[in-house]
């Protein structure tokens, strides 16, 4: 177990407390956050404590009623679940919702346990999530932004509504799943060119810290673009949340972003290749539009190839061209019908 971030906050104590245990991996946290909402929803005054990973802490930053997040840090032989029990079992639960498939909330005194099971790998992972309490249709997925976040991006982005502005998440956490940068730079171009379905709208790219370098190329290329925001490593998650629900349009891989960008209602294009759709596609909210893409091969075909090596860094994506990404554009581009703000 690594650090547990407390906060301040006035909640009724005599409400049952929840634990709510959920991914190490933002993307997957980001999935589960509508289970989260609706028991929020029903038990309104409930301090909730959550554990996840890391990457994922900044996400619950202003969940109501919030008294701590525990960043779970993985150890060898499993330890990091002791430390959580040690961290846990004191206190008497009113529901333990366990997304992590553990035995750990067997251990800990509660009057309800959701625990999920190995879900239906034919179903989108929100589906899955939402039949762990029972739940069809499913919450969709929620992110709790503060108008801090919200004013933030409305300083750093003055044209903000005056122009479209189009969000690119051009990286990924494993290279296999990395669209080349020319591929990004040229769709760019495409877009924004005076036959293009945007001219002169603004571009932003965002990613963490240690993904400048991965995103250099698209930068250097659009370095005398006039409306050109590099947002790579400067902002925090919920930042990158607050401007993808103030954007036109998220661009980008199968990845927490893009889960981020659907969850505040953004408007959402998932490019695909060796990862399922089938589980993984953009969820939509309701508030915005979503489509995916993906490689002219299925995630089966890349995936269980004779020469696939989940090890290698060399992308999967060459089967998706600069053509198809622009006609998907193009078609959500139809659907969004962007207006400027008088």
């Known amino acids: 177990m690594g650090e547990t971030i407390a906060y301040n906050c006035h909640v009724n104590k005599n409400s049952d407390p929840i634990l709510f245990i959920t991914s ?15 028991l929020l929803q029903q038990r309104p005054s409930a301090p909730v404590t959550i554990a996840c990973g890391p990457a994922a802490a900044g996400l619950f930053t202003h969940v ?6 525990i960043v779970i840090d993985k150890k060898t032989y499993g330890r990091h679940w002791l430390r959580l029990w040690a961290e846990t079992v004191s206190q008497r639960w009113g529901v333990v919702v366990d ?6 909330a067997y251990f800990l005194r509660a009057h309800r346990r959701f625990i999920a099971g190995p879900g239906d790998p034919e179903q989108h992972k929100v589906l899955q999530l939402g039949a762990v309490l029972d739940l069809n249709p499913p919450p969709a997925p929620y992110i709790w932004l503060s108008e801090a976040e919200r004013s933030f991006i409305r300083d750093r982005i003055p044209i903000l509504g005056k122009k479209p502005l189009l969000v690119f998440g051009p990286t990924a956490n494993w290279g296999g799943k990395t669209w080349a940068a020319q591929n990004f730079t040229d769709l760019i171009a495409r877009i924004t060119a005076s036959t293009g379905i945007a001219p002169d709208a603004a571009i932003a790219l965002i990613g963490g810290p240690q993904e400048q370098a991965q995103a250099a190329p698209i930068a250097e290329a659009m370095a005398n673009y006039p409306h050109f925001y590099n947002l790579i490593g400067e902002l925090n998650v919920l930042q990158s949340a607050a401007l993808c629900q103030a954007a036109t349009m998220f661009i980008g891989h199968d990845s927490g972003l893009m889960h981020i960008a659907a969850a505040v209602g953004g408007n959402v294009l998932g490019l695909f290749g060796p990862s399922p759709e089938t589980n993984y596609a953009p969820w939509a909210t309701g508030l915005g539009q979503t489509a995916f893409v993906r490689t002219r091969q299925s995630y089966q075909e890349l995936v269980y190839a004779p020469d696939f090596d989940h090890r290698s860094s060399k992308s999967l994506m060459d089967g998706l061209s600069v053509d198809m990404a622009y006609a998907a554009v193009e078609k959500l581009w139809d659907r969004i019908q962007w207006r400027a703000v008088a």
Not at 26 to 31: E, F, N
Not at 99 to 104: H, I, K, N, T
């Open 24 to 38: 190490t991996r933002i993307g997957d946290a980001v999935l589960s956050t509508g289970i989260l909402h609706y």
């Open 64 to 69: 109501p009623n919030l008294q701590r997040v």
């Open 99 to 104: 997304l992590r498939r553990s035995a750990l």
